[in-house]
Nanobody, 122 residues
Framework: QVQLVESGGGLVQAGDSLRLSCVASGRTFSRYAMGWYRQAPGKQRELVARISSGGSTNYADSKKERFTISRDNAKNTVYLQIDSLKPEDTADYYC????????????????WGQGTQVAVSS
């Protein structure tokens, strides 16, 4: 069993940067591919970025420029750096874990966090 706890969200202004963190319990974190998703009010959850157990990264097409996913296996943590925040980035951000890197592309995960809220004012 893996528990995921996100943090780092908050109310920010357009143009600011944020780094979201997701800490995983257990000693098997390095085995899992990790993903960051977001769900804006009234919209479906969407993939932002994913990172394999080996550190390979993949981003949703519209997320390549301002989003950076990374992981620190020694700290059991995956990060999402968001630069030049826009009001349309307002959403709940979730991290997820799966053994299967490709499955994260379609939102299939074994474990989900509870989410951290990001609100961007204009």
């Amino acid at each position: 069993q893996v528990q995921l706890v996100e943090s780092g969200g908050g109310l920010v202004q357009a143009g600011d940067s944020l780094r979201l963190s997701c800490v995983a319990s257990g000693r098997t974190f390095s085995r899992y591919a990790m993903g960051w998703y977001r769900q804006a009010p009234g919209k479906q959850r969407e993939l932002v970025a994913r990172i394999s157990s080996g550190g390979s990264t993949n981003y949703a097409d519209s997320k390549k420029e301002r989003f950076t996913i990374s992981r620190d296996n020694a700290k059991n943590t995956v990060y999402l750096q968001i630069d030049s925040l826009k009001p349309e980035d307002t959403a709940d951000y979730y991290c997820a874990a799966n053994d299967d890197f490709s499955a994260l592309r379609v939102g299939l995960a074994r474990y989900w966090g509870q989410g951290t809220q990001v609100a961007v004012s204009s």
